[in-house]
C-alpha cells in the first residue's frame, strides 16, 4: 500500500497545508523573486512555514517547489540549478516533518510552466514532458512521498506534467488539481466535469481544485466532480477567499473561522484531502483542523 492511501485509510479525511508563498512574503520574500531560492538562501525560513503548517495539524505538506520547473526558473537565469533547488525543497519539508514528529506525509509539489503548448504557444508536448520529468526526478531524489500538480488550466498540460512523472516513476503517488477561477471553468476553458474525463485513463491517487475565487467556488467544483467520479478521492485547496489590494498589499477576505466551515463543507461534499492555497496561515489551517476533528467526533 502506498503511503497517500495508507493515510487516507487510517485517517478518513487528511488535512493538507496552506499558502506557502504567503507566508514567505510575511517573511520578506520581494515580490518577483524566486521562492525556490530561498531553500538554499533562506532554508530556516521556508522550513519555519512547514512547521508552522504541521504543529497546526496538516498531514501532508508540499515542498517549496510550485515554480520549480526550468520553465519557470528560466525567468530567473536559474534553470541550471532546478534539480538543485528542487532536491533542498522536499528536504526542507521532511527536515520540518521530522522536527515536529507527526508524521506527515511530503508532497513533491509542480506547478505549471507559465507557458502554452502548442499551437497556442511554443513549447511542445514533448518538451512539456521531458521538463517535467525532470523536475519530478529531482523532487523523488529529495525523498517526496507524493507528487502533487497544480494550478493546471489546460488538459494537456496536466497530462505532460503526468507523463513526466511516470517517465521518472511508475509508482509514485500523483495528485492533480486544476484551478477553475474563469466563471466556473479553467483559463483554458476546462470545466470540472471535463478534468474528471479527461484525466479517466491517467493513475491519479486524487484530483481536485486549487486556488481560484474562494471557498464557494471550490465547493462547487468538489459537487461537480463527484458527480462524475463518486468513487473518486477529491481535493479541496482553496484560497482563503477573494484577493484584494489593500494598504500596499494583497490581502484575503476569509479569516480562519470562515475557512473551518469551508473545511467542513468540502468534507460533506465528498472531499478527503482539504488544505488551503492563497492568503492562508496555520491559523486558518489550525481553525480547519479543528473543525474537521470536531466533525469526525460527532461522526463516531
Avoid at 534539480?83 to 528536504?91: F, S
Avoid at 518538451?127 to 493546471?152: K, P, S, Y
Avoid at 521518472?168 to 474528471?196: C, K, L, Q, W
Wanted: glycine share 12%.
Amino acid at each position: 500500500m502506498n503511503p497517500l492511501h495508507d493515510l487516507l485509510d487510517r485517517s478518513g479525511v487528511i488535512l493538507a497545508d496552506g499558502a506557502m508563498g504567503t507566508m514567505l512574503m510575511d517573511l520578506g520574500l520581494e515580490f518577483g523573486a524566486s521562492p525556490e531560492m530561498w531553500n538554499v538562501e533562506r532554508p530556516e525560513r521556508v522550513r519555519s512555514v512547514h512547521r508552522g503548517y504541521l504543529e497546526a495539524g496538516a498531514r501532508l505538506v508540499l515542498s517549496n517547489t510550485f515554480g520549480g520547473s526550468r520553465f519557470r526558473l528560466a525567468l530567473h537565469d536559474l534553470q541550471d540549478r532546478m534539480a538543485e533547488l528542487n532536491q533542498a525543497g522536499v528536504e526542507l519539508a521532511r527536515q520540518a516533518v521530522d522536527e515536529v514528529g507527526s508524521g506527515a506525509l511530503v508532497a513533491g509539489d509542480i506547478g505549471p510552466s507559465g507557458e502554452l503548448l502548442e499551437p497556442y504557444g511554443n513549447l511542445t508536448y514533448t518538451e512539456a514532458v521531458a521538463g517535467f520529468g525532470d523536475q519530478a526526478r529531482a523532487l523523488i531524489q529529495g525523498g517526496a512521498d507524493v507528487i502533487w500538480i497544480e494550478t493546471i488550466s489546460a488538459l494537456d498540460e496536466m497530462r505532460a506534467a503526468f507523463e513526466g512523472v511516470r517517465s521518472v516513476s511508475p509508482e509514485i503517488p500523483v495528485i492533480a488539481t486544476m484551478t477553475f477561477d474563469t466563471h466556473g471553468r479553467t483559463m483554458m476553458g476546462v470545466s470540472p466535469e471535463e478534468a474528471v474525463r479527461g484525466w479517466a485513463d491517467l493513475d491519479l491517487a486524487a484530483i481536485g481544485g486549487n486556488c481560484g475565487n474562494g471557498p464557494d467556488e471550490i465547493l462547487t467544483v468538489i459537487d461537480k466532480m463527484r458527480s462524475v467520479a463518486p468513487e473518486k478521492v477529491l481535493v479541496a485547496k482553496s484560497n482563503a477567499g477573494i484577493p484584494q489590494w489593500l494598504n500596499g498589499k494583497t490581502t484575503y477576505d476569509a479569516g480562519p473561522e470562515e475557512m473551518a466551515r469551508y473545511a467542513v463543507q468540502a468534507a460533506e461534499a465528498g472531499a478527503r484531502i482539504i488544505g488551503a492555497c492563497c492568503g492562508s496561515t496555520p491559523a486558518h489551517l489550525a481553525k480547519m483542523g479543528s473543525a474537521l476533528g470536531e466533525r469526525m467526533a460527532r461522526r463516531k
